[in-house]
């Protein structure tokens, strides 16, 4: 379901009013009835114009009344300003409005979204964005297409709450899994990328007890057959994520 054409934006319509403008960095605008609501706002202050023009488009002159953001990286955070100057709309993230555990319902008369905190996988600030009449899915930049997505370090802690978090979203049983960027995926991707990294893990182990070196280690354990289809995964991270891997056991930390 993956190819390179991920990084030509294209507009994908999940349900009726609600749009994911696809490309390297991931967007949706939803309608909600009464008011329209932004998930993340892409990395390039110059898409105003175009981005703008979808949204006019799709949902018409409803106001976006919210600028979800699943976290504050520069890269999901660009069009806010512009959001804030068009429709007053309010931004909605870790800093701005820190959000209950149990996290919180955007309403209308048409759909209700639900945005919930998920921290620690990425950043200390992660939230997915949950929209359950569609079953669609946001989750940030937790989902990275075969990535390990912290952003410390690869450890016994942070190892479990990725699984932790996985399961949480696993346990939604989206439709549509919306990733902060590249193509869309399903449940099933969610599933396969936590048996990646624990299968990654026992390799890693067993390679290392076995007494083996680092260069031979990183050339034994090629990308599984079945996700070489994943974004950008062949490319670069397997190998990135054999290398955090591989430190870590190294380290002691897992
Ligand atoms: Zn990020």
Known sequence: MTTESADTPKIIQVGEGFCVRQEIDNMAWIDLGEYALVVDALEQPQTRQEV???IKQSIGSKTVRYV???HTHYDH????????????????NAQTAPLPAQGRW???????????????CHTPEDCIVWAPLEGALFTG???GWGVIPLTVNLRADTAQTLRDSYRRMIELDPKVVIPGH??????????????????LI??????????????EIMQSIPPPADMHSWWRFLKWKHQDSLTKV???????WL
């Open 106 to 120: 955007f309403e209308g008369s048409r759909r209700r979204v639900q945005m919930l905190p998920l921290p620690g």
């Open 68 to 70: 979800l953001n699943t």
């Open 182 to 199: 590249g193509p869309l995926c399903t449940v099933n991707e969610l599933r396969r990328w936590v048996d990646y990294l624990d299968w």
């Open 141 to 143: 930049d937790i989902f």
């Open 246 to 252: 591989l430190k870590s056991v190294r380290k002691g």
């Open 52 to 54: 703008f023009a979808a």
């Open 77 to 92: 955070v660009a069009l806010n300003a512009a959001f804030q100057e068009a429709y007053g709309s309010e931004i909605v």
């Open 202 to 215: 026992e390799q890693v182990r067993r390679e290392v007890q076995a007494g083996r070196k680092d260069e």
